[in-house]
């Protein structure tokens, strides 16, 4: 099976879906086709959704204009839909505000924090490989990035129903462990060991790298020792374990402090015995060549570098062990979609890796996707945090949480439990930096962007469910959904409504394209929105909170939705929904 068609005929806009059910009952075209092509025109004076004619004029050899003003003319209206009309090739629908806002309203407050998820996936298994950051190595920016774009799709896909296995195929084995273990033998500081181990580990690691440069003979030991921990030397084997060990350590404290979980945590080394039977099974299929006395499946007729299967010297290759993986987790989970969530540097990789996968014959190679992303740098202020010459993303995220905490003791000195709430506003900046820009694009982080309280950034997100969280408290009672909804009259109420009525569109979107930055830019426009209603009325009786007690409640109806959104939208991102802040 595959996720393919899993999206084609979701129609989670209700107002949409009346439209494109009656367009495609005068039409005869799918009504899945209209769905998807409905637009936004470039002014609500003309209408609130359109959809252009052109597939209906070519079917009827008639020129969009024509076609688009008899169709306009056939479409009867619906207590929604108050006009349907036709400018150019387009046809318009204009909606009705107090139904349009009563629909909207009335769905959130019946699914609430469920309102955007679905179980179109239900029966199906999403893998995803993300984080994925190596052994005794500090967790890098990019690892970091990994990290928050996986988690954030893990939890897209379960809204819409699929089982998601989450693995963090960490890289635990290679030949650089063979220079770690000399390293570490000649070099090892036990003081530095008991105090920051995993610091010590990476002075050993860069250090062994630098002069094994001039020093041949350090090559050949490590290539040694790699040797005997590949046979099962109980002495190697065992410091292999206490890097684990204290690699793991530091990463679960990151993984802590982001909420992160896995469901697995089978590393590189976890295919350590099924690689020969890997390797065997391409050979058996004729996909390898001996080139240089290296093991090699050759993808020129692709062109495409060759994948190394083997080296020289018999030991095995990254792709070596992803090629043991893929096919590990296909006969585990069976999955409909693996992603593999990883920087942009390893397209390549992925793509020998699923052209291999394909070449021998697994149906399942279709399947495959890398979910690659651009480059992440840090800005200014933030090369302070160098440790040695490499950034530890610890001392980013506590610094941030730091500003962070400076912030709000400014901005809300009665704040009651400030420290937690800084840790939760400097994750949420941290966050949403990475989730900030498509997933293509490269990102910098600089702490004066992302706490910018105004800017487009987490605590921006996390300061107006807050504000919508006290004006609830402010009004005094949970508003249940029934109100008179045709009291709400302002285009802003309007406006927020539709916005609102996209959300679930926006979940599937962003699923469709592996894409959490759907969801980021709309909780932004949502957000902007509100917050431009909020300040925009200042006289007693607009306010949301006014004398008019009916009014007031409708308005407190529409606040509660945005809020609902709100979160439901930075609980998928992995950020905190602050209640105060
Ligand atoms: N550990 C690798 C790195 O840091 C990323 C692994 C990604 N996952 C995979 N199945 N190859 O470059």
């Known amino acids: 099976m595959s996720i393919d068609n899993d999206f084609k005929d979701y129609f989670p806009n209700p107002i949409?879906?009346?439209?494109?059910?009656?367009?495609?009952?005068?039409?005869?075209?799918?009504?899945?086709?209209?769905?998807?092509n409905l637009q936004e025109p470039p002014d609500s004076a003309i209408g609130d959704y359109g959809w252009p004619c052109f597939s209906l004029a070519k079917i009827k050899r008639k020129a969009p204009p024509v076609i688009a003003a008899e169709t306009a003319g056939i479409i009867k209206p619906h207590s929604i839909i108050e006009k349907v009309s036709s400018v150019g090739p387009y046809l318009n629908f204009t909606l009705n505000q107090k139904a349009t806002i009563q629909t909207v309203c009335e769905n959130i407050f019946a699914q609430n924090e469920k309102y955007g998820s679905a179980n179109i996936g239900s029966g199906k298994t999403i893998v995803i490989d993300y984080s994925s950051p190596n052994i005794a190595k500090p967790m890098g920016i990019g690892h970091l990035r990994s990290t928050v774009i996986g988690a954030a799709l893990k939890r897209i896909y379960q809204y819409l129903g699929y089982k998601v296995v989450g693995i963090n195929h960490l890289g635990d084995w290679g030949t650089q462990f063979g220079k770690l273990v000399a390293a570490y033998r000649r070099w090892a500081d036990q003081k530095a060991m008991d105090d920051d181990p995993i610091k010590e580990l990476y002075r050993l690691y860069v250090k062994i790298h630098e002069e094994a440069e001039n020093d041949q003979s350090l090559e050949d030991e490590s290539r040694e020792i790699f040797k005997r921990l590949e046979e099962g030397d109980p002495e190697i084997t065992a410091l292999w374990r206490k890097f684990i060990a204290i690699s793991k350590l530091e990463f679960n404290r990151l993984y802590n402090l982001l909420g992160i979980t896995f469901e697995s945590e089978a590393g590189e080394s976890f295919y350590n015995d099924k690689l020969e039977h890997t390797v065997k099974f391409l050979e058996d299929k004729g996909l390898t060549k001996i080139s240089r006395e290296a093991l090699i499946v050759p993808l020129d007729e692709f062109k495409l570098e060759p994948l190394l299967l083997k080296k020289r010297d018999g030991s095995s290759l990254y792709g070596t062990r992803d090629l043991a993986a893929a096919i590990y987790r296909y006969e585990t989970y069976k999955f409909d979609l693996i992603l593999y969530v990883v920087g942009v540097a390893q397209t390549l990789h992925f793509k020998q890796l699923f052209k291999t996968l394909e070449l021998a014959g697994f149906e399942w190679a279709k399947d495959c996707r890398h979910v690659s992303f651009g480059w992440v740098t840090l800005g200014g202020e933030m090369m302070a945090t160098r440790r040695g010459n490499i950034f530890f993303l610890e001392d980013?995220?506590?610094?941030?949480?730091a500003r962070a905490r400076a912030i709000i003791s400014q901005g809300n000195p009665d704040l009651e439990n400030p420290d937690e709430v800084a840790r939760k506003v400097g994750v949420g900046a941290v966050v949403f930096s990475d989730l900030a820009v498509r997933r293509d694009t490269d990102v910098s982080f600089e702490w004066e962007r992302m706490l910018d309280f105004d800017g487009q950034t987490g605590p921006y997100l996390q300061y107006a469910h807050a504000r919508i969280c006290s004006l609830i408290r402010k009004y005094g009672k949970e508003p249940d959904g029934r109100a008179?909804?045709?009291?709400?009259?302002?285009?802003?109420e309007f406006s927020l409504a539709k916005k609102l009525l996209e959300y679930?569109?926006?979940i599937k979107s962003a699923a469709e394209l592996n894409e959490p930055y759907i969801i980021s830019a709309y909780l932004l426009d949502l957000?902007?929105?509100?917050?431009?209603?909020?300040?925009?009325?200042?006289?007693?009786?607009?306010?949301?909170?006014?004398?008019?007690?009916e009014l007031t409640k409708a308005r407190i109806n529409l606040a509660w939705c945005v809020r609902v959104v709100l979160k439901s939208g930075l609980d998928i991102l992995g950020i905190d929904a602050l209640e105060k802040m």
Request: proline share 6%; hydrophobic share 30%; glycine share 4%.
């Open 527 to 549: 957000a902007g929105l509100f917050s431009t209603y909020f300040q925009k009325y200042k006289s007693p009786a607009d306010k949301i909170i006014s004398d008019n007690s």
């Open 504 to 506: 679930p569109d926006k």
């Open 396 to 401: 980013v995220i506590e610094q941030t949480i």
């Open 16 to 36: 949409k879906t009346i439209i494109s059910s009656a367009v495609s009952s005068v039409s005869g075209i799918p009504q899945s086709d209209i769905y998807q």
């Open 484 to 492: 008179d909804y045709s009291m709400l009259k302002f285009p802003e």
